[in-house]
Each structure stands twice: as structure tokens, then as C-alpha cells.
């Protein structure tokens, strides 16, 4: 095996800590990671992991490499990105990241109809809301929900994203009606572990006010948070681009429809490099048409 390639298997066991996992992420038989690493510390004198029962870490020979390993692999995709094929086909494999909620919603949909187009593109999504380090776990694409992205990558917006007050008609049949905002608290609210959890920020006009709400249940998933609600468990804050479809059907019912909620971004974000892969610029320009006009 040649040395970028093997270079490419440690980075990707550094990432996974695992040998199998980056067998299988790389479509490689276990046996084949395993020669690779050992012709790659062979190559470099030096024991580059150190291996237990239940992971795999570097040791401090290994650190040094992987930091190495990241810049020659760079310079391989820049060289490969500047000589592309003539013909202008995507070629290769990305590697993306996004929320499950978004990515089961609408993102798997999309990249489906992307992949339709380029035959000879590779994707893999890692669905995930952990802050992740995108040249670190050599991720080409987040798609993220913010506010205010981070100022270390570019953005580029796709959707606004608006949440609303939901809840079932039974539960709310079968609860104290929900005339003004003061009374929520007297409901069962569900919350999520990274957003609103506390405490709701509702706007009317020039009218703000904060709600605090005991969570008896909370999850780190808007996926999990929907199926609670559904099964009437209470009352959520949720995207809309993960309710429309219910709300429509008339699972679920809008509370306090007069007053908003925090209006966050959609974004896709990519590390700053001096070259910006053509598939990744495909597929962002792609996402921006997709979702320029969508209303959730």
C-alpha cells in the first residue's frame, strides 16, 4: 500500500479510534487497516497507537504524525483539485455532518437528488448535533442551526429557520386552556438539552417576555422531543421544518400562534482553504437553490 494512502487510514483511525470502525468507513477489510498501520510505523520507526480493549489512542509519536498526515493530505486534495478532469464530472467522496432532525427532515432528500446528478460522487452524512472540528475530523460540509455561526468558517445561509409551540389536541383537550404565555409553566413542557431549556423568549410586536418552564423531560435531539409530544406528552418548542407536516395533518396544534419565538439560520459551513473542492461548491450552490424559496 502506498504511504498517503495509509497516512489516510491513521487519520481516520485517529478520528474514529477505532481500527473496524475505519475499516468500514473506508470500505477496507480490518486486515487491510491493520497491515497499513504497521507498514506505516515500520516506515517511521515508531509506535504511532497505542491499542486497549475498548479504544484506540495516539501516543505522542502518533500526535506528531497525525498533525503531518493532515497537512499532506491537504496538499494531495489541493493537488488533485487543481489537475480535475477535463470533462467537469465530481468525482471522489464528501464527508458531511448535520442535525438528525435536519437530516432525516430534509437533508437525506436533498442529497439524494444531488447524488442523481453526479453518479460518480460519493456522501457520507454523520447526523450529530457535538461541535466538531471540521479540518480535524476532516469533515468537508457542516449544516448547522445557529444564530451566530463561528467566525472561523465561511457561511453561507440556506434557510431561515423559525420554531413554534406545539402540542397535540388531545393533550390540549385534556389540560387548562393556553390563553397567554404566563400559562405555560403550569403545563408539561419538554425541552431540549442545548436550546430552551429553561426558559422560552416569546415576542409579540414590540413585546418580549421569558417564560421560565420546569423540562420534566428533555432530550439532545428534536427527533426525540417530536415523538414525545406526538404520543401527547406535552407541550415543545420545535422547528417548524420538522412540524409542518404534522401541523398540516392536524397531529399537532400550534400554541400561541400570535407570538414568535427565536428565528435562527440554516447554514452550510466549510473551513476557510485557498481552494474550495468543486463538489463542495456544487453541492453548497445546490442547497442554497434548494432552499432559497422553501417555506417549511
Known amino acids: 500500500m502506498d504511504r498517503l494512502s495509509a497516512l489516510d487510514i491513521f487519520a481516520d483511525i485517529a478520528e474514529t479510534g477505532s481500527f473496524t470502525a475505519t475499516a468500514e468507513r473506508l470500505e477496507l477489510s480490518r486486515a487491510m487497516v491493520t497491515r497499513a498501520i504497521a507498514e506505516l510505523e515500520q516506515w517511521l520507526g515508531a509506535r504511532l497507537l497505542q491499542r486497549t480493549t475498548r479504544r484506540v489512542t495516539l501516543t505522542d509519536a502518533g500526535r506528531q504524525c497525525l498533525r503531518r498526515s493532515q497537512q499532506m493530505l491537504a496538499l494531495r486534495q489541493d493537488m488533485e483539485e487543481e489537475i480535475a478532469p477535463a470533462d467537469g464530472e465530481l468525482r471522489g467522496q464528501l464527508r458531511l455532518t448535520s442535525s438528525m432532525s435536519f437530516g432525516h427532515a430534509h437533508l437525506a432528500s436533498a442529497l439524494g437528488d444531488f447524488l442523481e446528478r453526479h453518479p460518480r460522487l460519493k456522501i457520507d452524512l454523520d447526523v450529530g448535533d457535538r461541535a466538531v472540528n471540521l479540518v480535524e475530523a476532516r469533515i468537508d460540509l457542516a449544516i448547522r442551526i445557529s444564530a451566530e455561526p463561528d467566525p472561523a468558517l465561511i457561511a453561507r ?14 393533550y390540549l383537550a385534556r389540560h387548562p386552556e393556553i390563553a397567554k404565555p404566563d400559562d405555560l409553566p403550569q403545563h408539561r413542557c419538554l425541552g431540549h438539552s442545548n436550546f430552551g431549556r429553561s426558559e422560552w423568549r416569546l415576542s409579540r410586536g414590540d413585546e418580549h417576555i421569558d417564560i ?20 401527547g406528552g406535552g407541550i415543545a418548542l420545535l422547528p417548524t421544518y ?8 392536524g397531529r399537532l396544534k400550534v400554541i ?4 414568535q419565538l427565536p428565528r435562527l439560520t440554516i447554514y452550510a459551513l466549510y473551513a ?8 463542495v461548491r456544487a453541492l453548497v450552490d445546490f442547497l442554497v437553490e434548494r432552499f432559497a424559496t422553501v417555506r417549511w
Do not use: K, M, Y
Open 256 to 259: 400561541l400562534p400570535e407570538w
Open 242 to 249: 420538522l412540524v409542518s407536516a404534522s401541523i398540516a395533518q
Open 157 to 170: 445561509p440556506l434557510a431561515g429557520c423559525e420554531s413554534v409551540l406545539v402540542a397535540t389536541p388531545d
Open 272 to 279: 476557510s482553504r485557498r481552494h474550495l473542492s468543486p463538489a
Open 212 to 231: 421560565a418552564v420546569a423540562c420534566r423531560f428533555t432530550a439532545n435531539e428534536a427527533t426525540v422531543l417530536l415523538q414525545s409530544v406526538l404520543a
